[in-house]
């Protein structure tokens, strides 16, 4: 067949395939942009981790007992400040590998939110992100599997840090209504899934920028949830059209078979001497 080169023929082919491997090659390249600083990042993830944890540890002890001697709540403090300090030194060492600097850091915006916006007391909460990674790098290799643990894993981690940031804002206020952290965990869950009772609120400021970010959070994982159901329907559809699509072909295959063996059947009868009323019917 000569390719003409017109709209809908080869030359469209040829312009899918490029199109193709266009895609393909820019798929590659930004998977092998950063090599030095993929290395890094999977050197120091799990270390980055659990700082992290010593850093919830630390931050949600003095909150949870007030009891706390004075010299423990003091290495609390400073742990939080050295961990965050690990975060600054871990994101600097990234950009020094980055091949283009500038676009590193346009391109991972997030990370650099972490380091700087932890200065601002309500916000500490987000050193804890380096978690959620290693949440999604645990999780299974299905996409769904990884989606199902990335969220719950999120979930409970927000409502935790969500109530204590809460509880450490509000229990020492004249009117404050969350002096517990049941209280706490109660108004978080209650934030989070949107329902809102109205029992229990925050009174200060900082109180109400924990919520603010918490209603945000709530609403992102409730979309993501949502998704990943939509997602799940619509894969389960695929594959009961699909079943039913393959049996459909079975059966025209299966019929155009016998057709065919019909016509043969019919091409040999006509082939065979003496009137038609004396030949066999096979």
């Known amino acids: 067949m000569v390719d003409l080169g017109l709209p809908g023929h080869g030359g469209h082919r040829r312009g899918v395939r490029r199109s193709s491997i266009d895609k393909a090659e820019q798929e590659l390249d930004r998977s092998s942009a950063e090599p030095a600083v993929d290395r890094w990042e999977h050197r120091s993830e799990w270390p980055l981790a659990g700082a992290a ?18 010299g423990w709540r003091s ?3 400073i742990a939080g400040y ?25 391109r991972h915006v997030p990370d650099l939110m972490v380091v700087a916006l932890p200065v601002l007391r309500p916000l500490r909460l987000l050193r804890l992100v ?3 990674r290693m949440v999604n790098r645990s999780a299974t290799d299905s996409l769904r599997g990884r989606v199902a643990v990335y969220v719950a894993g999120a979930a409970v981690l927000l409502v935790f840090t969500a109530s204590l940031a809460e509880l450490d804002a509000e229990r020492h206020h004249a009117h404050a209504n969350i ?14 899934t949107t329902v809102g009772y109205g029992d229990r609120y925050p009174v200060t400021t900082q109180g109400r920028i924990v919520a603010v970010g918490l209603m945000l959070g709530g609403i992102a994982l409730i979309g993501v949830i949502t998704a990943a159901l939509a997602s799940w329907l619509i894969e389960r559809v695929r594959d009961v059209e699909q079943d039913a699509q393959a049996a459909t072909r079975h059966d025209i295959a299966e019929l155009s078979a016998r057709l065919d063996q019909l016509a043969s059947a019919l091409a040999q009868r006509a082939e065979l001497p ?3 009323a004396d030949r066999p019917w096979p």
């Open 274 to 276: 003496g009137p038609p």
């Open 82 to 106: 050295v961990i965050w300090a690990i975060f600054v030194a871990d994101y600097l060492v990234r950009i020094r590998l980055a091949r283009d600097r500038s676009r590193y850091v346009f």
């Open 130 to 132: 380096m978690l959620l």
């Open 75 to 77: 290495a609390c403090r």
């Open 53 to 70: 944890v010593v850093f919830l540890v630390a931050y949600a002890w003095p909150i949870l007992d007030e009891q706390v001697p004075h």
């Open 179 to 192: 002096t517990g952290f049941g209280d706490a965990w109660w108004w978080a869950m209650t934030t989070v």
